[in-house]
């Protein structure tokens, strides 16, 4: 089984364990979380951080971070429970190499502007990563955090999109790569489950904030779940499991 197959199990045993979390969210991210922690560009020790704004795909960051070390795997067992660090949406105070509380869709990547701006302030050689969703993008204080990092030429800011169509269902955005490209970022538009694509995005380096709009599917890797709305927060059955090979 591959690292990226061992992951989705952990989210999978974590949302039937803990009756909870939005798994076709967090199985559409997951490539980006491992790629940004395996690649490399936040590890612990490192200046570099990592926020996710998008804070009910939760399951994915749990799972890649234990997998990293910076908490047991043991937590990822007990999801949800009143005495779990680990809840339906991240919490700093709780969880090791959590940035920011979030949970509240537009939050996150303000605070990630903030703390790159700090960080250039400060002369730290680090970035800040961050990850909100198309939907997400629908929030005003995106695009006004846009225009605050261009202002202050916030190179240090990477913003991912994960561009799973979820907007088309609300308020079409259009085309997110031409209102970042309109706000003065540097846009990169990749395919958001390439290894290869993420890592060359990532490790881009540019004179402003940089904007990766990334393609995704969301559930991606289970064909029931992928781009099907009515699985969005559904808890997984002990019937579920079997379907997807996961012997309890």
């Known amino acids: 089984m591959g690292e990226i197959d061992q992951l989705r199990s952990s989210i ?4 039937y364990l803990g009756q909870e979390g939005h798994v076709p969210s967090s199985l559409g991210i997951l490539d980006i979380i491992w790629a940004i922690y395996d690649g490399g560009f936040v590890s612990e020790g490192s200046s570099s951080r990592f926020v996710l704004s998008k804070g009910h795909g939760c399951l994915a960051l749990y799972a890649v971070l234990a997998k990293k070390g910076w908490f047991p795997k043991s937590w990822l067992d007990d999801f949800a429970s009143s ?40 002369g730290s050689s680090g970035k800040v990563y961050v990850l909100i969703g198309d939907g997400e993008a629908n929030e005003g204080s995106i695009w006004e955090t846009a225009l605050i990092a261009n202002h202050h030429k916030l190179s240090n800011l990477v913003c991912i999109v994960d561009d799973n169509q979820s907007s088309t269902r609300a308020v079409s955005l259009g085309s997110i790569r031409d209102k970042f490209d309109s706000f003065g970022w540097e846009v990169s538009e990749i395919d958001g489950h390439s290894r290869e694509a993420l890592s ?17 599917i969301k559930g991606f890797g289970v064909s029931y ?12 059955s002990l019937d579920d499991m079997e379907k997807l090979g996961e012997g309890m």
């Open 225 to 236: 779940m992928e781009n099907n709305p009515a699985w969005h927060h559904t808890k997984l």
């Open 200 to 216: 060359r995005a990532l490790g881009r380096e540019t004179g402003h904030p940089h904007a990766i709009v990334a393609h995704t």
């Open 83 to 122: 005495s779990s660090p680990l809840g339906g949406h991240p919490d700093r105070t709780r969880i090791p190499g959590v940035e920011a509380s979030t949970g509240s869709l537009g939050h996150g990547m303000p605070f990630a502007a903030g703390l790159a701006y700090s960080m250039k302030i400060s």
């Open 12 to 15: 999978f045993r974590m949302a």
